[in-house]
């Protein structure tokens, strides 16, 4: 499967391996990791992510992937789906960025182009969670055009809806760009 790309991050969708190298904090030949990453989130989405491939085989392009700066390569979170699609075409996803990363835009560019990869694909809904202190990923699935559909003590639940062939409700996605990043160096 090919890279996602858009305005400033490359999406890459991450195979088994690269998973098994986030979740031992070691980066293979050629990675490019940002201080910081991973993150403990980064790690718990990578066992995750190896576990659905030992039960089901690689979920790709329902999978995990890592976030990464176009202009440098640099590996700053990841962000995917938690299982292959159910039956009625929905998806949970996830995401995060590595502190240094933050507030910089790059959770919003990468949900977007998640978002807008999902739709292309036939999803119908996509779900997302924050704990009730996450305000910034709270408001990351709302500028994403996800609304609030339930909250309990600890959650706030959102979800973003397609019901004709192509448009999302709420705001419009960024495109994704078609052609392919720089080659690191």
């Given amino acids: ?45 990578a066992r995750s992510f190896l576990a659905l491939c030992a039960s089901n085989g690689d979920p790709q392009p329902f999978g995990s992937y890592e976030i990464r ?30 502190p240094s990363a933050r507030g910089q835009g790059y959770a919003s560019e990468a949900l977007l182009g998640l978002l807008r990869f999902a739709r292309s694909r036939g999803i119908t809904c996509v ?9 910034a990923s709270q408001r990351v699935m709302i500028g994403a055009g996800m609304r609030l559909v339930a909250e309990d003590e600890r959650v706030k639940y959102y979800e973003i809806t ?24």
Avoid: C, K
């Fill in 69 to 98: 700066r176009r202009e440098d390569g640099h590996a700053i979170g990841g962000l995917g789906f938690n299982a292959p699609p159910d039956g009625r075409g929905g998806v949970t996803i996830g995401y995060g960025v590595i």
């Fill in 127 to 135: 779900r997302g969670d924050a704990d009730h202190d996450n305000t």
């Fill in 162 to 185: 397609w019901t004709g062939p192509t448009q999302p409700t709420g705001p419009r996605p960024l495109p994704l760009r078609a052609e392919v990043p720089p080659p690191r160096s």
């Fill in 1 to 45: 499967m090919n890279d996602l790309v858009t305005e400033r991050l490359t999406l890459h969708p991450m195979s088994a391996a690269e998973a098994e190298q986030v979740v031992a904090g070691e980066p293979g030949p050629g990675a490019l990791w940002a201080p910081g990453y991973p993150a403990e989130v980064d790690v718990q989405g």
